[in-house]
């Protein structure tokens, strides 16, 4: 079965630094989706950024940017010029690459803190 | 882009009571729809995994009779907890995806208080 691991609950960093997610996963498949998901107080669930496994190039979204690294499955997020909107709950997530319904796997999630 | 609808946003009700929590996909076919729930500071735990016209495949320890999912079109799926207990207050979470593993969107959740 699938797992994913986020090993440091909660993290904080000062506005316009940068911070660094770590997550990692098993899987024994070769070809999957990782992605990771923003959740503010409100709770909704927001996508951050998504990275297909056959792609070697990491994925960006504006300030947002993954370091994929599939040998060691791990998937690691940094945020730089981190800003007060940025304080959430962010979870690395997992999912297959099937033909239809695919599941997420979801790890236990980071607090982060963004300081003024 | 793609849009999910969870509706109650947020219910109370008495225990012993059903209460009916809808997700609707509004401008896409969902033909597998999850259900999650999430407790404070937790992730997302799958409870179930419905597809369109079947029965729900539930995860491991989820009563399957206390939570009843419908999921009759490819638009709508319905989570009931039915005889409501003060440990099912929650916060749950649809998701849907359509056909070929299209991207999972998901309904802003639902807060679920039993007194």
């Known amino acids: 079965a699938q797992t994913v691991t986020q090993s440091q609950p909660e993290m904080s960093v000062q506005e316009a630094e940068t911070v660094t997610l770590s997550c990692t996963y098993d899987t024994s498949e070769s070809d999957y989706y990782l992605f990771w998901y923003k959740q503010p107080p409100s709770r909704q669930m927001i996508l951050v950024i998504r990275?297909?496994?056959?792609?070697?190039q990491n994925a960006t979204e504006n300030r947002f940017s993954v370091n994929f690294q599939k040998a060691a499955k791990s998937f690691s997020l940094k945020i730089s010029d981190s800003q007060l909107g940025d304080a959430a709950m962010y979870f690395c997530?997992?999912?297959?690459?099937?033909?239809?319904?695919?599941?997420?796997?979801f790890g236990e999630g980071t607090q982060l803190t963004v300081n003024p | 882009g793609a849009v999910v609808s969870q509706h109650p946003s947020r219910v109370i009700c008495k225990s012993g009571t059903s209460v009916k929590i809808e997700c609707r996909s509004l401008?896409?076919?969902?033909?597998?729809m999850f259900w999650y729930r999430q407790f404070p500071k937790q992730s997302l735990m799958l409870m179930a995994t419905s597809n369109e016209g079947s029965k729900a495949t539930y995860e491991q320890g989820v009563e399957k009779d206390k939570f009843l999912i419908n999921h009759a079109s490819l638009t709508l799926s319905t989570l009931t907890v039915t005889s409501a207990h003060p440990e099912d207050s929650s916060f749950y979470i649809c998701?849907?995806?359509?056909?070929?593993?299209?991207?999972?969107?998901f309904g802003n959740g639902t807060r679920l208080t039993v007194t």
């Open positions: 997530a997992y999912r297959p690459k099937e033909t239809s319904g695919s599941r997420l796997t």
């Open positions: 990275q297909e496994a056959y792609k070697q």
């Open positions: 401008d896409f076919q969902a033909t597998t």
């Open positions: 998701s849907a995806t359509g056909e070929h593993n299209s991207p999972l969107h």
